[in-house]
């Protein structure tokens, strides 16, 4: 009987599996896993370190590592590959569907991947090459080749011998649709299973098949492949060249692939982490990958100290105005990024577009002159009562209200600005722009109070 998710405790086995690796009892782990899912094997391996790791995968049959090796973390995959053979690779290919055949060879360096692609079967290797022309970002990077199409003359039952061909033969797994092509390979229609088992067996495919269909172009964007298979519930799309003609296709499985990979880039971004990978061991690619996104955190703030160096005369003269740096900072870089994160997540889903700007920001400085104003009738309050200085406590609720309004509309302008220069908005919500709310808070706050102080306000 096969083993379902619900039923593995690896918090139960992980344990009894390292301790069979480091005595190398590998027939029993060999035993335990046999049941196991592909992906549930990858969850186990992410859990080990790197030689135990490795003792488990090679002693995986051959049809179990082709399916495990694409389910592994992108860094560790690239671990594994290192340690295996190009021979070992070629038939661990040979094995994988073209898409997933593809990224494991793109991972390769150079001259080995071309040394694992002379050992592939000749019409097989010329499809991974193919595959490989594409940006790995794009619906042709996404697709695979392996996908069922019949001639639209042909009838209903030419096509479920052609289906049932590529079923037997391995060709092609997880068929959800038959695609119609003409003679010229271009494509003119679909037939869904359920229709052509219904259908009569001598009608012609052209008199059955759906001419409305959402074929993706190969130059397409990953993300908006995305967008496009949640907005019409597809489980596959074909993909076609500029002359429409069919090429490959893409499944609803690679489509979840791809949305996780989306959300973790954002969220790097966001976090000012770069492209760290969560399972990499190296520290010195750790730390090579925040410290930009720390540096430009670090010259930002020192250029808010030399704001306040620059204005250090009103803060002697009114020592209490330091008390509140921290509030005006904070509401500052809390209102953008609450700002920037909701227009930079409905610009990677579509549900906002840059014609939605002038909407957008309207909607946003509505949004601040509310908060700015709870929050400055709450700090007004505290400082009246705490401190019984109502001119200061009006120069600061001020203050924050200006606060609020600029960082809200920043916020919510620069994920446009980025996108219209063709640049990832998730950056705008990132450390850069809670910096530079953080100089500009400042810069509102000195120059308010000592304007006040000029002029005997407080």
């Known amino acids: 009987m096969s083993t379902t998710k619900s039923d593995i405790n690896f918090d139960d086995i992980l344990d009894d599996i390292i301790y069979l690796l480091e005595s190398n009892q590998l027939d029993f782990v060999r035993n335990i896993v046999a049941d196991l899912h592909a992906a549930d094997i990858s969850d186990l391996m992410e859990h080990l370190n790197s030689e135990n790791r490795s003792k488990l995968f090679n002693i995986l049959p051959q049809d179990v590592a082709s399916d495990v090796l694409p389910e592994v973390e992108d860094v560790l995959r690239e671990d594994i590959l290192e340690e295996l053979d190009t021979s070992k690779i070629a038939k661990l290919v040979e094995e994988m569907e073209s898409d997933d055949a593809t990224d494991v060879i793109n991972e390769l360096p150079a001259e080995k991947a071309s040394e694992v692609l002379d050992q592939v079967e000749d019409e097989y290797s010329e499809e991974i090459q193919e595959l490989l022309h594409y940006p790995e970002d794009s619906a042709g990077g996404l697709m695979a080749k392996e996908y069922v199409a019949v001639n639209a003359d042909c009838t209903v039952e030419q096509a479920i011998e052609e289906l049932r061909r590529n079923h037997e033969e391995d060709e092609v797994e997880d068929i959800y649709t038959c695609y119609v092509i003409d003679d010229f390979d271009t494509l003119v229609g679909l037939v869904s299973l ?175 002159l509310i908060t700015g104003s709870v929050i400055a009738v709450l700090i007004f309050l505290i400082i009246a009562l705490r401190w019984n200085d109502l001119r200061f406590a009006m120069v600061l609720a001020t203050t924050l209200i200006i606060v609020i309004f600029n960082a809200s509309v920043f916020g919510a302008l620069i994920p446009f600005g980025l996108k219209k220069l063709n640049i990832d908005p998730a950056l705008a919500s990132g450390p850069f722009v809670a910096t530079f709310n953080d100089v500009i808070g400042l810069l509102i706050y000195f120059t308010l109070l000592t304007t006040a102080l000029q002029y005997g306000l407080i």
């Open 194 to 368: 359920v229709n052509l088992v219904l259908a009569k067996p001598k009608a012609l495919l052209r008199d059955i098949m759906d001419e409305e269909v959402f074929a993706i172009d190969s130059n397409v964007d990953q993300e908006e492949v995305a967008q496009i298979f949640e907005k019409y519930n597809l489980v596959s799309a074909p993909v076609v060249n500029s002359r429409h003609k069919l090429i490959g296709r893409i499944t609803i499985d690679d489509v979840v692939d791809v949305i996780n990979e989306e959300t973790d880039e954002d969220l790097a971004k966001i976090a000012g982490i770069g492209e760290e990978e969560i399972l990499e061991e190296s520290v010195f690619k750790v730390a090579r990958a925040r410290l930009p996104w720390l540096i430009i955190s670090f010259f930002g703030e020192i250029v808010s100290a030399l704001i306040m160096d620059f204005y250090s005369m009103t803060i002697t003269r009114m020592v209490t105005s330091a008390l509140f740096i921290p509030v005006v900072m904070a509401m500052g870089g809390s209102t953008g990024q609450q700002s920037g994160i909701i227009v930079v997540r409905g610009l990677a889903t579509g549900e906002i577009s840059p014609r939605d700007l002038r909407r957008r920001l309207s909607r946003e400085m509505r949004t601040a």
